[in-house]
Protein backbone atom coordinates (compact mmCIF):
# COMPACT_ATOMS: atom_id res chain seq x y z
CA UNK A 1 0.00 0.00 0.00
CA UNK A 2 3.05 2.15 1.01
CA UNK A 3 4.74 1.62 -2.36
CA UNK A 4 0.78 2.92 -4.21
CA UNK A 5 1.19 5.72 -2.41
CA UNK A 6 4.73 6.59 -3.07
CA UNK A 7 3.81 5.76 -7.00
CA UNK A 8 1.16 7.94 -7.31
CA UNK A 9 2.65 10.90 -5.31
CA UNK A 10 5.66 10.67 -8.00
CA UNK A 11 3.27 10.24 -10.64
CA UNK A 12 1.46 13.58 -9.48
CA UNK A 13 5.14 15.58 -8.78
CA UNK A 14 5.72 14.66 -12.32
CA UNK A 15 2.28 15.83 -13.46
CA UNK A 16 2.69 19.01 -11.78
CA UNK A 17 6.50 19.66 -13.01
CA UNK A 18 4.90 18.53 -16.83
CA UNK A 19 2.23 20.74 -17.00
CA UNK A 20 3.21 23.80 -14.94
CA UNK A 21 6.16 24.59 -16.31
CA UNK A 22 5.52 23.39 -19.88
CA UNK A 23 1.70 23.00 -20.97
CA UNK A 24 0.85 25.82 -18.92
CA UNK A 25 3.55 27.97 -19.79
CA UNK A 26 2.86 27.14 -23.47
CA UNK A 27 -0.73 27.83 -23.43
CA UNK A 28 -0.50 31.14 -21.47
CA UNK A 29 2.30 32.52 -24.02
CA UNK A 30 0.52 31.85 -26.35
CA UNK A 31 -2.96 33.11 -24.85
CA UNK A 32 -1.76 36.27 -23.73
CA UNK A 33 -0.14 36.81 -27.30
CA UNK A 34 -3.82 36.01 -28.69
CA UNK A 35 -5.31 38.17 -26.37
CA UNK A 36 -3.34 41.34 -26.70
CA UNK A 37 -3.45 41.02 -30.39
CA UNK A 38 -7.09 40.57 -31.13
CA UNK A 39 -8.26 42.64 -28.07
CA UNK A 40 -5.47 45.30 -27.68
CA UNK A 41 -4.22 45.89 -30.72
CA UNK A 42 -7.43 45.36 -33.24
CA UNK A 43 -9.26 47.69 -31.17
CA UNK A 44 -6.58 50.81 -31.90
CA UNK A 45 -6.49 52.04 -35.07
CA UNK A 46 -3.22 53.38 -34.82
CA UNK A 47 -1.98 50.02 -33.43
CA UNK A 48 -3.71 48.00 -36.33
CA UNK A 49 -1.72 50.46 -38.49
CA UNK A 50 1.50 49.41 -37.09
CA UNK A 51 1.02 45.16 -36.78
CA UNK A 52 -1.86 44.41 -39.31
CA UNK A 53 -1.14 40.73 -39.04
CA UNK A 54 -0.73 38.48 -35.94
CA UNK A 55 2.84 37.34 -36.87
CA UNK A 56 4.76 40.33 -36.57
CA UNK A 57 3.28 41.34 -33.47
CA UNK A 58 4.02 37.83 -32.22
CA UNK A 59 7.48 37.83 -33.24
CA UNK A 60 8.68 41.60 -32.26
CA UNK A 61 6.62 40.64 -28.51
CA UNK A 62 8.68 37.36 -28.13
CA UNK A 63 11.71 39.02 -29.62
CA UNK A 64 11.06 41.83 -26.48
CA UNK A 65 9.27 39.48 -23.55
CA UNK A 66 12.31 36.49 -23.82
CA UNK A 67 15.67 39.04 -23.31
CA UNK A 68 12.89 40.98 -20.61
CA UNK A 69 12.00 37.51 -19.08
CA UNK A 70 15.65 36.70 -19.01
CA UNK A 71 16.63 39.65 -16.83
CA UNK A 72 13.70 39.37 -14.33
CA UNK A 73 14.13 35.93 -13.67
CA UNK A 74 17.93 36.77 -13.26
CA UNK A 75 16.84 39.44 -10.78
CA UNK A 76 14.69 37.08 -9.12
CA UNK A 77 17.32 34.79 -8.34
CA UNK A 78 20.58 37.17 -7.62
CA UNK A 79 18.48 40.17 -5.78
CA UNK A 80 15.64 38.91 -4.71
CA UNK A 81 14.64 38.21 -1.49
CA UNK A 82 11.95 36.02 -2.29
CA UNK A 83 14.26 33.60 -4.01
CA UNK A 84 16.34 33.26 -1.00
CA UNK A 85 13.29 32.21 1.07
CA UNK A 86 12.16 29.98 -1.44
CA UNK A 87 15.40 28.09 -0.66
CA UNK A 88 15.20 28.61 3.16
CA UNK A 89 11.73 26.46 2.48
CA UNK A 90 13.14 24.05 0.71
CA UNK A 91 15.54 23.23 2.98
CA UNK A 92 13.26 23.19 5.89
CA UNK A 93 10.88 20.82 3.63
CA UNK A 94 13.61 18.04 2.56
CA UNK A 95 14.50 15.45 4.69
CA UNK A 96 17.68 15.20 2.84
CA UNK A 97 18.97 18.16 4.66
CA UNK A 98 18.67 15.76 7.99
CA UNK A 99 19.43 12.48 7.25
CA UNK A 100 21.66 10.80 4.50
CA UNK A 101 20.19 10.27 1.14
CA UNK A 102 20.08 6.48 -0.08
CA UNK A 103 22.52 5.37 -2.36
CA UNK A 104 26.40 5.38 -1.80
CA UNK A 105 25.61 8.05 0.36
CA UNK A 106 24.52 6.06 3.07
CA UNK A 107 25.61 2.89 2.58
CA UNK A 108 29.42 4.16 1.69
CA UNK A 109 30.22 7.77 2.92
CA UNK A 110 28.59 7.75 6.38
CA UNK A 111 29.82 4.40 7.54
CA UNK A 112 33.34 5.61 6.39
CA UNK A 113 33.17 8.96 8.30
CA UNK A 114 31.86 7.46 11.34
CA UNK A 115 34.89 4.75 11.20
CA UNK A 116 37.50 7.91 9.96
CA UNK A 117 35.89 9.52 13.81
CA UNK A 118 36.43 6.17 15.66
CA UNK A 119 39.77 5.62 14.28
CA UNK A 120 40.85 9.36 15.13
CA UNK A 121 39.08 9.15 18.54
CA UNK A 122 41.59 6.13 19.70
CA UNK A 123 44.52 7.96 18.50
CA UNK A 124 44.42 10.78 20.00
CA UNK A 125 43.44 8.90 22.91
CA UNK A 126 46.10 6.50 22.64
CA UNK A 127 48.66 9.22 22.15
CA UNK A 128 46.69 11.51 24.92
CA UNK A 129 46.17 13.97 23.01
CA UNK A 130 42.42 13.95 23.84
CA UNK A 131 41.02 16.44 26.95
CA UNK A 132 37.09 15.74 28.12
CA UNK A 133 35.97 18.67 26.11
CA UNK A 134 36.68 17.29 22.84
CA UNK A 135 36.26 13.62 23.81
CA UNK A 136 32.84 14.86 24.53
CA UNK A 137 32.28 16.54 21.32
CA UNK A 138 34.03 13.32 19.12
CA UNK A 139 31.36 11.30 21.11
CA UNK A 140 28.60 13.73 20.38
CA UNK A 141 29.20 13.50 16.72
CA UNK A 142 29.61 9.77 16.86
CA UNK A 143 26.30 9.50 18.10
CA UNK A 144 25.11 11.47 15.60
CA UNK A 145 26.70 9.46 12.44
CA UNK A 146 25.60 6.66 14.23
CA UNK A 147 21.62 8.11 13.62
CA UNK A 148 22.55 9.04 10.43
CA UNK A 149 23.60 5.61 9.26
CA UNK A 150 20.96 3.74 10.85
CA UNK A 151 18.52 5.90 8.58
CA UNK A 152 17.33 8.39 11.25
CA UNK A 153 17.75 11.85 11.66
CA UNK A 154 19.85 14.86 12.84
CA UNK A 155 19.28 17.90 13.22
CA UNK A 156 15.21 19.33 13.68
CA UNK A 157 13.33 19.05 10.32
CA UNK A 158 10.48 21.27 10.07
CA UNK A 159 8.04 18.00 8.69
CA UNK A 160 9.72 14.44 9.37
CA UNK A 161 6.57 12.34 7.39
CA UNK A 162 7.71 12.84 3.72
Known amino acids: MVRLGRFVAR????????????????FGY????????????K???????VFPKFIP?????TVIGV????AIGWL???RSLAYSSEMD?????????YKLPPGYTLEVWGPLY??????????????????????????????????LNEGGYVGSPKRRNL
Do not use: C
Open 11 to 26: LWYYFRMGYATYLTFL
Open 89 to 97: IGVEANPYY
Open 67 to 70: PSSI
Open 43 to 49: SVPVLLD
Open 76 to 78: HLK
Open 57 to 61: FAALA
Open 30 to 41: VSTLITVYYLAI
Open 114 to 147: LELLLQMKKLLAASKLLNEAEKERIESLEKKMRI
